[in-house]
């Protein structure tokens, strides 16, 4: 049984980039089995967001912002606007927009020298989540190799989601077809 392949694509741009597990396991919808995966990064200059999946680029791609600060900065400086056409084209280029924040949520609502409004922080950004349809998602970077490689794990469960869902919609609604674990969405012949 040959293993079959994710492939994770890292925006160029991305400056501190997420670990990711050499294989992962994933369920069939089809079966409802255990599928091992095998997961490879490479780096690309992606269009919008910062992580996406090469098999399913249309399925769903995560913007990450690395802090509080960064966010921030993106809501209320002069990056306002790019940031704004940046998450306008994320929530234009696939079905499930993410916003991968790292940090804890009750970060947001801490005063902290970048963060000296809470409220106001708070307030925009989920009217920014609302208006570009975007799903947000708190994570806080780990402190080791392996915490780092979890969230990775996670990252790719979450890039997953839609397209297994999918699947799954179809499998239940329709003529099953040849398509197993890893290629989710793919039919063969």
Not at 88 to 100: R, T, V
Request: charged letters at 25%; glycine letters at 6%; aromatic letters at 6%.
């Amino acid at each position: 049984m040959k293993l079959q392949v994710i492939t994770v694509q890292v925006d160029t741009r991305e400056q501190r980039p997420l670990k990711f597990p050499e294989n992962i396991q994933l369920i069939n919808p089809q079966t409802r089995s255990p599928r091992l995966c095998k997961v490879k990064t490479e780096t690309v200059k992606l269009a919008a967001g910062d992580y996406r999946l090469k098999e399913y680029p249309n399925h769903a791609v995560v913007e990450r912002k690395g802090s509080i600060r960064e966010l921030h900065t993106n809501l209320f400086t002069r990056d306002m606007g790019r940031q704004g056409r940046a998450f306008k084209k994320l929530a234009e280029s696939c079905f499930c927009p993410y916003l991968l924040i790292e940090a804890r949520p009750h970060d947001l609502l801490r005063v902290s020298q970048y963060n000296k409004n809470p409220d106001i922080l708070a307030s925009r950004l989920f009217q920014v989540a609302y208006k570009y349809h975007l799903q947000l998602v708190w994570m806080q970077r780990g402190s080791s190799v392996k915490t780092e490689i979890e969230m990775g794990r996670m990252i790719i469960h979450l890039l997953l989601g839609c397209p297994l869902q999918e699947e799954a919609r179809t499998v239940h609604a329709g003529p099953v077809n040849d398509t197993v674990g890893c290629d989710v969405g793919r039919t063969t012949a």
